[in-house]
């Protein structure tokens, strides 16, 4: 999965946490929690068949942001992963 992404301050983008190939046959995401730095926003996020997408919007120019997605599973299971936006005026 890549892991570092680049967006303008003024766009709203999907990016997507795929747990799909990971998940055990049967087994499904049963909750999911986003966790956005400060400085840029979370506006919503959603799940489908093992894949967690958030939209995020703005941010600030020259800065780098975590986004991470923590599953559990209905196994049990659970798993967390990180992404990096860095911002850039295009």
């Not at 799909?20 to 049967?26: A, G, P």
């Not at 986003?34 to 093992?50: C, L, P, Q, R, V």
Request: with cysteine; proline share 1%.
């Amino acid at each position: 999965m890549k892991n570092s992404f680049l967006k303008d301050p003024d766009s709203t983008l999907d990016f997507a946490f795929d747990w799909s190939d990971w998940l055990d046959t049967h087994e499904t995401v049963s909750d999911h929690t986003i966790t956005a730095e400060s400085g840029i926003t979370k506006d919503s996020d959603s799940e489908s068949s093992g894949v967690i997408t958030v939209w995020l919007s703005g941010g600030t120019a020259g800065n780098k942001y975590t986004v991470t997605c923590r599953i559990t599973t209905s196994m049990g299971r659970t798993d967390e992963r990180s992404i990096f936006i860095s911002v850039k005026n295009r």
